[in-house]
């Protein structure tokens, strides 16, 4: 059911978030909030922070957080609308239905439901079909028997036109939520057949447990080896990671994911002892399959093959950045194998031990690159170091950058300043006033600008947290997006600069009900800020200072012009560059008397 607004919210005022996580978990009272041991992951010091007045958790150990009921919906491992019933039963509200949000809900009800009695249908076919012998002879040759076929879905899709259209029409399943749920399509002739014909069936959980579409193996005939279901309201492909319902809670305990290419290496990672394996549904890597990781841990590491096609896969998507906020590694397997060839060897301590050797990704695409060149040879080493050059300016942390240039310095015997000299001068990429950095030019305009951590990045949070508070020193002083950098608290500023429209100066905004069950990583951000209970800093310096760093950066750029430019060829060009790095520098010294 989908419930009235007034009535969730209502729920949610009348529930006090520190007695329901009581119910369950050893809470400690500090000041305004609350301390208490993570239900979500082990430990035995409190980190999870509880804002009772605010309706907020948020743990500083596993990253979880949320309102109340994410909270139920966490722990009692019930939809949002389980949460708003278990709730209002506790709160004694009676609740009314919502119509127009009842016909939302319903119609992901319906494709879902469509796609639960196709999952039943191809499982049967599998078990008692005569036409599934291949079918359970292949599933046999990979060690899977009925506990492992039932506990991951799988199927068999007859070689037949309409098998399972004539079985959803018998259930009761409309034509056209078949189709839209991907389930069958048009013929040419116009009447309705199956999507999915002779293939063994992988059936695809969102993270809710909910089968939303099919990755599907051919066994014999023509066409591609695997085929994957559409887009479709309820499968987004760059959202959605297999095994993933199944691996979420071993990947909070041991602190970490391994994402591999294809499903049976998920299922034999999980069959080996190490149930932590993710794969994409048929596409690369991206950021938003990402954004579902570091929900429940910040390492990822990415085990493919080690031949060309194996690294290819490391490092196709992540040409164009490097993400900042995540340990993201490569462990590299034996030439030819992939994890479920490893672990049908009997190799799941070599596998294991693979993870625990991975190197960082950037890492990882610099020994790639050396590897193409032959190091013995000075115009050979002068490209190798060029072209690495380009793969490490990418970094956004200035630390790291010089550490990489370091370990290049040491495996090809150039200085190290003449690798930050190349990395700085790479035709690969150019200077982004905003940064003033070096970062690669998006190769498509439509391209999101790359997740990165400045210097100034702590400062932005610091500021972010004055805004949340509404702090009243705000009133005078001029805060725009200009300020903010990085691409995450951009992001945070523009939600909080919404969320503040028409609320009077010293009074904070009703964050529980702003995004309590916002499950974007930048809601994750704002919770955290929101919770941190340390004095905020004096807005006033925090502004100064980032207008500060953003003058830096575009003097250090005009110097770097200057140096470069020819003054008797352009007299009037270098004529104004002087003056705009005068102005700058006297800007940048009326600021600091402000800090």
């Known amino acids: ?231 479709s309201p309820i499968y987004h492909k760059s959202r959605l990671l297999y095994g993933l319902n199944l691996s979420k809670s071993e990947i909070v305990r041991r602190g970490e994911s391994v994402v591999v290419e294809g499903y049976t290496d998920v299922i034999a990672m999980h069959l080996g002892g190490l149930p932590i394996a993710v794969a994409t549904c048929g596409t690369a890597l991206v950021e938003g399959h990402l954004d579902l990781l570091r929900r429940f841990s910040e390492k990822v590491v990415l085990a493919f093959d080690a031949d060309e096609a194996g690294v290819g896969a490391a490092l196709r998507g992540f040409e164009k950045s490097v993400p900042g906020d995540l340990d993201l590694r490569v462990a590299t397997l034996p030439e030819g194998k992939d994890p479920a060839d490893v672990v049908a060897d009997g190799g799941v301590e070599a596998l294991d031990e693979a993870i625990k050797a991975s190197i960082p990704l950037l890492q990882f695409r610099i020994d790639s690159e050396l590897a193409q060149y032959d190091l013995r040879e000075p115009e050979a080493r002068t490209r190798a170091v060029r072209a690495v050059a380009a793969v490490i300016a990418l970094h956004p942390d200035p630390v790291a950058r010089h550490e990489y240039a370091v370990m290049v310095s040491r495996k090809t015997g150039v200085e190290t300043r003449l690798i930050e000299q190349a990395m700085r001068t790479t035709p690969s990429s150019k200077p982004d006033p905003r940064f003033g950095e070096a970062v690669p030019p998006p190769s498509d305009p439509n391209d999101a600008p790359p997740l990165v951590r400045t210097a100034t990045y702590a400062t932005e949070i610091e500021l972010l947290r004055a805004l949340l508070a509404n702090d009243e020193r705000l009133v005078d002083l001029e805060i725009g997006p200009d300020l903010f950098v990085n691409t995450e608290t951009l992001a945070a500023y523009t939600k909080v600069r919404d969320l503040l429209q028409g609320i009077p100066p010293g009074q904070p905004p009703n964050l529980g009900a702003a995004f309590g069950s916002d499950d974007s990583p930048i809601a994750a951000v704002l919770r955290r800020v929101a919770l941190d209970e340390t004095p905020v800093a004096d807005p006033v310096e925090l502004v100064a200072w980032l207008k500060v760093s953003g003058i830096e950066v575009e003097i250090a750029q005009i110097r770097a012009s200057l140096q470069m430019i020819d003054k008797n060829a352009d007299e009037q060009g270098y004529s104004e560059l002087w003056s705009r790095l005068i102005a700058l520098e006297q800007s940048r010294r009326s600021l600091r008397s402000t800090e």
């Not at 520190?18 to 978990?25: F, G, H, N, R």
């Not at 119609?107 to 036409?131: H, I, M, N």
């Not at 839209?180 to 447990?209: N, W, Y």
């Open 1 to 231: 059911m989908a419930y009235a607004r007034d009535d969730i919210d209502l729920v949610r005022d009348k529930t006090d978030l520190v007695d329901l996580a009581s119910e369950i978990t050893k809470i400690k009272r500090s000041g305004r909030s609350t301390m208490a041991v993570c239900p979500f992951h082990s430990e035995k010091t409190p980190s999870l922070s509880i804002d009772g007045a605010r309706g907020l958790y948020h743990c500083f150990g596993c990253g979880k957080s949320g309102d109340v009921y994410r909270w139920v919906q966490e722990t009692q491992t019930v939809d949002f609308a389980g949460a708003v019933e278990f709730l209002a039963r506790r709160a004694g509200v009676t609740l009314k239905v919502d119509p127009d949000a009842a016909k939302r809900r319903d119609r992901r009800g319906r494709l879902v439901e469509a796609t639960e009695v196709a999952v039943a249908f191809y499982s049967a076919r599998l078990k008692t079909a005569p036409d599934a012998a291949s079918a359970r002879s292949y599933l046999r040759g990979r060690g899977y028997d009925g506990d492992v076929v039932d506990t991951f879905g799988i199927g068999y899709s007859p070689d037949e036109w309409d098998q399972l259209v004539t079985h959803l029409r018998d259930s009761g399943v409309r034509d056209d939520v078949m189709i839209e749920a991907g389930l069958a399509q048009k013929s040419r002739t116009g009447s309705l057949i199956d999507r999915f014909r002779g293939r063994v069936m992988f059936p695809i959980h969102d993270l809710r447990g909910d089968p939303v579409g099919f990755g599907a193996r051919i066994l014999d005939g023509d066409g591609p080896k695997y085929l994957n279901s559409a887009e």
